[in-house]
C-alpha cells in the first residue's frame, strides 16, 4: 500500500490518521506457509518530524495457523504495531538503508513491509489450537485430544536406563 504524503510534506510538523483495508499475501516463515482469513485492518498515524517522516499504528487480521503439537488448522487473531522512520531522497540516490531509518523519494511512500513486519513479529513463538491441547502420540501418531491410545510409552531418560537393567537382577 502506497501512502500519499504529499500535504504532509507541505506542512512541517504536520499529521494525518489513516485506517484501511490492506490485502494480506501468503507468508512464509521457517517452512511454514501462513494464509488469511481476509484482509488486514491498518490504522497508521504519520508525521512529518521535519528531517523525517515517521508512522506508528497497528495491523490487525485472522490467520490460519498450525497447531505444534495436532497439527491442526485453527484460526488466530493477529494484533500488531508498526513503527517506521522514513527519510526522503533524491531519485539517484545509491546509499544504504539504515535498519531504523528507511528510505523514499516522490509523495508516497510503501508502507507493505512495514505491515507484513507488523503481522510477523505478532506472530506466537509456538502457535496452539488451545492450550490444554495434548498433541499426537509419538508412537502410533494418534490425535490424543480424541482419547487415549494403546501406546505404551516409557519415558525413560537414556542416561538412568542402566538403572532399570540393575532392578530386574
Same mark, same amino acid.
Given at each position: ?37 481476509g ?16 508512522? /506508528?499504528?497497528? *495491523? =490487525? ?8 503439537r495436532? @497439527? $491442526? &488448522? %485453527? ?10 522512520? /522514513?527519510?526522503? *531522497? =533524491?531519485p ?8 531504523? @531509518? $528507511? &528510505? %523514499? ?65
Amino acid at each position: 500500500m502506497k501512502v500519499d504524503i504529499s500535504e504532509l510534506k507541505e506542512n512541517r510538523n504536520a499529521s494525518m490518521e489513516l485506517s484501511f483495508l490492506e490485502p494480506v499475501t501468503l507468508i512464509k516463515i521457517g517452512g511454514e506457509e501462513i494464509t488469511f482469513n481476509g484482509p488486514a485492518s491498518v490504522e497508521l498515524f504519520i508525521s512529518n518530524d521535519t528531517d523525517f517522516f515517521t508512522i /506508528y499504528g497497528s *495491523v =490487525s487480521v485472522e490467520a490460519f495457523l498450525r497447531c505444534s503439537r495436532c @497439527l $491442526k &488448522v %485453527f484460526t488466530f487473531p493477529l494484533k500488531g504495531t508498526i513503527e517506521a522512520q /522514513y527519510r526522503q *531522497v =533524491s531519485p539517484g540516490y545509491e546509499g544504504i538503508e539504515d535498519a531504523d @531509518l $528507511k &528510505v %523514499f523519494n516522490g509523495n508516497e511512500i510503501d508502507v507493505t513491509s512495514d505491515i507484513k513486519e507488523g503481522l510477523i513479529l505478532s506472530l506466537p513463538v509456538k502457535a496452539v489450537c488451545f492450550e490444554e491441547c495434548k498433541g499426537l502420540c509419538p508412537t502410533c501418531g494418534k490425535d490424543l485430544n480424541k482419547g487415549k491410545c494403546e501406546c505404551k510409552i516409557e519415558d525413560i531418560d537414556p542416561r538412568l536406563a542402566v538403572l532399570k537393567d540393575l532392578l530386574k537382577e
